[in-house]
């Protein structure tokens, strides 16, 4: 009987004893955030003012340029409000503009002739050049892409580049212009002269500072049919689409839930589905700043290297 | 920033027979027009609450771009023409609304539900009301009743006997039946 009452009376200690041990936190939280710790500055409103507060100077000394946003459409996320992530949003700026100190990445818009090298290992020279016009540019943050359109041999070839992706060598612009839509994929339907750029195009040099340059072309379209109802898209950059179209097609444009004119003032809906203009004014702001910054250790550390190697030089002289 | 300063659903509501069956998003943004321009008029409004809370983002949109842009705003003068029937009430939008919530961080309407009439139909009715109106308040505020002479000479009785008891009551925790309890035995 005495060897079990003393298991228990040991049993009993050793419980009593736990209640002063230390408590020790679990260790595989150690070397991570968790996720409802996160979570939380998501959704505050507060976190979007917080970083006004912390910033050493305030927003009004730097002079942000007027054509930063739409030179840069990249680094505005996704406009969707209750589907944003702002420490993502964040994380992604920051990796971007990482990116950007390695590639330099010109300014373009819809309607420039670009030129782009892709790492490829199975293309001779392990390199592979593509010019094109760009008919589209589109994607938040991280995920921006471009669309390079171009004809070779006789056949419409059309390559999405996501523009950070890690294989990109080089991106040129051959021809910097606009256009007078915000995409192009009509140019599918229309004649390939349109479309068609050679290979070995030589670049347009701009001058710096001056307007980019609008080039107001009308395309002629081919007779239907088409791969989407151009005539319901309010197309600028084409000739009119009315001796391509029936009767019907004409009335059925002009349908109120084609139409959709309620849509032209509902304040709410672009409050839902647009970012702020102020935001817009912050995001560009820290991307300026930062761009700044990143500019001027590149070239401090251009200079050291200079030093060293006239440093170098002189000791091999001596 | 670009937050909303009131809780907003994901999806705008339908107003379903807004003006008869068959009525569509069209006859929403007439009805929407109807009752933005009777809040602007009138500061305060009773009706569904689906219809009060799809008005409450409406109103205060408005408002926000009216104190962002001001009145030289091309476009800011279109959405205030769009949105107010009367057109006396884009002076008042202008000149009285927008110096008054110029400095708010908060948002410039309220919302009170409205008890549900048995018997009746069930609708849930509502209140909207432009912050800083002239009318008499929705909620009664509770008067300080602390400095009425009974109350002050109360507070003041309880106090001595504490004094001579030596209790130090925590009041926050309730400890209020000790107290009494206290005074009792």
Redesign the interface.
């Known amino acids: 009987m005495a060897a079990p009452c003393r298991k228990i009376i040991n049993q009993f200690v050793k419980r009593s004893l736990k209640c002063f041990e230390p408590r020790v936190i679990p260790c595989r939280w150690s070397n991570t955030v968790r996720n409802h710790t996160v979570e939380k500055h998501r959704h505050s409103?507060l976190s979007?003012?917080r970083e006004l507060v912390n910033q050493q100077d305030s927003p009004s000394d730097v002079m942000v340029p007027r054509e930063f946003r739409f030179v840069h459409p990249d680094f505005l996320p996704y406009p969707v409000?209750?589907r944003r992530d702002r420490v993502r949003e964040k994380l992604e700026r920051e990796d971007m503009l990482k990116r950007r100190a390695v590639i330099d990445i010109p300014e373009f818009y819809v309607g420039s002739i670009m030129a782009v090298t892709l790492a490829d290992k199975n293309a001779p020279g392990k390199q592979n050049r593509f010019v094109g016009i760009c008919i589209d540019r589109a994607g938040h943050g991280l995920y921006h892409y471009f669309v390079l359109r171009n004809a070779i041999d006789g056949q419409g070839v059309e390559i999405k580049y996501d523009m950070y992706n890690p294989l990109l060598l080089k991106i040129e612009v051959l021809k910097l212009e606009k256009r007078l839509d915000p995409q192009l994929y009509y140019l599918r339907d229309a004649p390939l002269e349109y479309s068609t750029f050679r290979l070995d195009m030589e670049p347009v040099s701009v001058l710096k500072g001056a307007q980019v340059p609008l080039n107001a072309i009308k395309v002629k379209m081919n007779p239907r049919p088409w791969c989407r109802r151009w005539e319901r898209h309010n197309l600028k950059g084409v000739l009119p689409l009315d001796d391509y179209i029936t009767e019907k097609m004409k009335k059925q444009k002009q349908h109120?839930q084609i139409e959709?004119?309620?849509e032209k003032?509902?304040?709410?809906?672009?409050?839902?589905t647009s970012?702020?203009?102020?935001?817009v004014d912050?995001i560009m702001t820290e991307v300026y700043k930062r761009k700044e910054k990143i500019q001027k250790e590149k070239f401090q550390k251009r200079g050291q290297e200079g030093k060293r190697e006239v440093k170098k030089a002189q000791e091999v002289k001596k | 920033m670009n937050m909303f300063r009131f809780p907003v659903r994901n999806t705008p509501r339908k107003f379903k027979k807004s003006f008869g069956v068959g009525s569509g998003p069209a006859e929403r943004i007439k009805k929407l027009q109807m009752l933005v321009t009777a809040l602007i008029r009138n500061e305060r409004l009773e009706a569904k609450e689906s219809y009060c809370l799809e008005t409450r983002g409406y109103v205060e949109q408005l408002i926000q771009i009216a104190i962002r842009n001001g009145d030289r705003h091309a476009e800011t003068m279109e959405k205030a023409d769009f949105w107010l029937l009367e057109k006396d009430l884009v002076h008042k939008l202008f000149k009285v609304l927008v110096p008054r919530y110029q400095n708010y961080s908060t948002a410039c309407t309220d919302f009170h539900f409205l008890p549900k009439k048995v018997p009746g139909s069930g609708v849930q009715m509502g209140i909207l009301e432009l912050k800083g109106n002239p009318w008499p308040p929705v909620v009664p505020r509770q008067r300080d009743q602390g400095h009425l002479l009974t109350n002050v000479l109360l507070s003041s009785a309880k106090a001595e006997y504490r004094m001579e008891k030596k209790i130090t009551p925590d009041l926050r925790n309730g400890d209020h039946d000790k107290l009494e309890q206290a005074a009792n035995t």
Request: charged share 35%; hydrophobic share 30%.
């Open positions: 409103p979007s003012t409000w209750n109120p959709k004119p309620w003032h509902d304040l709410m809906l672009k409050a839902r970012i702020d203009d102020r935001e912050q």
